[in-house]
Structures are given as C-alpha cells and as structure tokens.
C-alpha cells in the first residue's frame, strides 16, 4: 500500500512552514488541508493556467519541462527530509499533472473544471502502466511520474472532447 492509499492520514510536518522547499512542494500549503490533499493541490494549480496560456505553445511546453524537472528533484528532496516514500501532503507532483492536463486546451473555466475531473478520475483510477509505477518506481522520479503520466492521459482524453467539439 502506498502512502497515498494509507487510510490514516500522515501527520503534517510543521517544516512546510518553516522550510520553503516544504511549502512549494505541499502546493503552497494546500497539501495540508484536511481529506484529499491531492485534490487540494489540483486546484492549487487551477489559477496558474491563465498566465501560462498567454505563453506561446513553445513556452507553455519549456514550463511543464522545467516544473517537471524541478519537481523530480524538490519531490525527492522533501520526501528525503521527512523520511517518507511518498507524503500525501506532497502535491507538488499533482500540480504538474494539472498543467499537462490543460496544455493546448481553450480558455474558460469550463475548460478548468472538466480538466480538473478528467485529471483526478486518471490519478485516482491510475490505470495502467500509473498504478504499476506508483507502486514500483521511488524518489522524486517516482513520486513525479505517475501523475504525470495521469496528466498526460488526461491531457489525451481533453484533445478528443476539444476536437470533437471542434
């Protein structure tokens, strides 16, 4: 069982107020709220999309990049610091997810919110191969990379509704 499955939820390290690498990767403090941490950062990541959709195609692409390598690293690093695979206050990693979710979706708030359910069915359900590397892959790597490829599904599954309302 992951941390992520744990019915207890883990206690909240009080280092995420102190430690500014703790607070980015508990999505800014929203990891912390109580029931569904990884909801919580989701939506975290919902105001950021605006701006990054002002970006070219390019730029948009060079920030998912360089988020997701920062991420690889900031995930492990906090996850290292408190001795814990996978903290499920660390929404760093659902943050991402989100952002790939909605590269080259239309503007509107319509648009934010069915990406928002389409990316927490795919990181809840984690189909294959998610659930196979939520499981088996460790680190920032691990912790990173099975929302990521839940972002990319949903990111997929967001194209076919796009262009089939096209």
């Not at 990173?144 to 509704?161: E, R, T």
Request: hydrophobic share 55%; with cysteine; glycine share 10%.
């Amino acid at each position: 069982m992951t941390d992520h499955e744990s019915s207890t939820p883990q206690p909240i390290p009080h280092s995420v107020w102190t430690n500014p690498w703790h607070f980015i990767a508990f999505g800014f403090g929203s990891g912390t709220l109580p029931k569904a941490p990884g909801t919580w950062g989701s939506l975290v990541a919902l105001p950021f999309i605006p701006l990054w959709q002002m970006l070219p195609d390019w730029g948009y692409w060079l920030m998912l990049g360089l988020t997701m390598l920062f991420g690889f690293w900031l995930c492990g690093k906090v996850a290292d610091d408190l001795r814990v695979h996978d903290h499920e206050g660390i929404v760093w990693d659902e943050m991402v997810g989100m952002w790939i979710t909605l590269w080259l979706v239309p503007e509107g708030w319509q648009w934010l919110l069915l990406g928002f359910l389409v990316f927490r069915v795919m990181d809840i359900l984690k189909p294959w191969p998610i659930h196979w590397i939520d499981r088996h892959v460790h680190g920032g790597v691990g912790i990173m990379l099975d929302d990521v490829l839940a972002g990319v599904f949903a990111w997929l599954a967001m194209q076919f509704i796009v262009w089939g309302l096209a």
